[in-house]
T-cell receptor
Framework: QKEVEQDPGPLSVPEGAIVSLNCTYS??????FMWYRQYSRKGPELLMY????GNKEDGRFTAQVDKSSKYISLFIRDSQPSDSATYLC????????????FGTGTRLTIIP | NAGVTQTPKFRVLKTGQSMTLLCAQD?????MYWYRQDPGMGLRLIHY???????AKGEVPDGYNVSRLKKQNFLLGLESAAPSQTSVYFC??????????????FGQGTRLTVV
C-alpha cells in the first residue's frame, strides 16, 4: 500500500463548478501538506501549503486537512478553463525529515 | 521556477550511452532532489541530498548516480542508459527555515528518451 493515495482521474467538470480533489495517507507522522499544480510539459508549482490540521483559503482555492481521518482536500470554486492541469498532493513529516511524498496526481479538465 | 534551472531540457540517448543532468539553484536551499515522472506513476524519488557533499538513495536509485560537490548544484548521472530510463526528470529544492520544513520548488524538467 502506498503512503499517499490519490485518484488519478481524469476528472472533467463544466466551467464555474466546484471541484473537489482528495488524497488519503497512512503515515500519521505527516505534518506538512502541500498541493501542487502541474500544467502540461511544465514542472509542478506550489498552490497551497498547510501545516498540521485545519483549513486554508487563498482566493478560489481552499485546502483542508483532517489528520484524524488522514485525509486532505483541495477545493476550487468558480472553476476556470485555466485551472485545467494535473494536481498533486505532497506531504512530509516533522522538521528534519527531508523526504517529501507525492500522490500520483489527478488530471483535471474544466470544460468551457 | 526561475530559482531552479535544469540542463538540458531535452535529450535523446542511445542504449548504453552515458549522460549527466545538471540542476542549479540560486535559493540557497539545503535539500535537493531528483525525481522521475512517468504516466500513472507520479513523482518517484531517485536520489536526494540534505547538504553539500551528502547524497542518499530514494525509492528508485538503480542505474543512477548523483553528486553534490557545491551547495547550489546537484548532478544526476546515467552511466549506461536503458530504455526503461525514458522519462521526464525533475529537480527540486527545499529550504529549512526556523525549524519548519518548507515547500519544494521544481525545475522545468528534462525530457529524456533512450532508444
Amino acid at each position: 500500500q502506498k503512503e499517499v493515495e490519490q485518484d488519478p482521474g481524469p476528472l472533467s467538470v463544466p466551467e464555474g463548478a466546484i471541484v473537489s480533489l482528495n488524497c488519503t495517507y497512512s503515515n500519521s507522522a505527516f505534518q506538512y501538506f502541500m498541493w501542487y499544480r502541474q500544467y502540461s510539459r511544465k514542472g509542478p508549482e506550489l498552490l497551497m501549503y498547510t501545516y498540521s490540521s485545519g483549513n486554508k483559503e487563498d482566493g478560489r482555492f481552499t485546502a483542508q486537512v483532517d489528520k484524524s481521518s488522514k485525509y486532505i482536500s483541495l477545493f476550487i470554486r468558480d472553476s476556470q478553463p485555466s485551472d485545467s492541469a494535473t494536481y498533486l498532493c505532497a506531504m512530509s513529516a516533522n522538521f528534519g525529515n527531508e523526504k517529501l511524498t507525492f500522490g500520483t496526481g489527478t488530471r483535471l479538465t474544466i470544460i468551457p | 521556477n526561475a530559482g531552479v534551472t535544469q540542463t538540458p531540457k531535452f535529450r535523446v540517448l542511445k542504449t548504453g550511452q552515458s549522460m549527466t543532468l545538471l540542476c542549479a539553484q540560486d535559493m540557497n536551499h539545503e535539500y535537493m532532489y531528483w525525481y522521475r515522472q512517468d504516466p500513472g506513476m507520479g513523482l518517484r524519488l531517485i536520489h536526494y541530498s540534505v547538504g553539500e557533499g551528502t547524497t542518499a538513495k530514494g525509492e528508485v536509485p538503480d542505474g543512477y548516480n548523483v553528486s553534490r560537490l557545491k551547495k547550489q548544484n546537484f548532478l544526476l548521472g546515467l552511466e549506461s542508459a536503458a530504455p526503461s530510463q525514458t522519462s521526464v526528470y525533475f529537480c527540486a529544492t527545499r529550504g529549512v527555515l526556523f525549524y519548519m520544513n518548507t515547500e519544494a520548488f521544481f525545475g522545468q524538467g528534462t525530457r529524456l528518451t533512450v532508444v
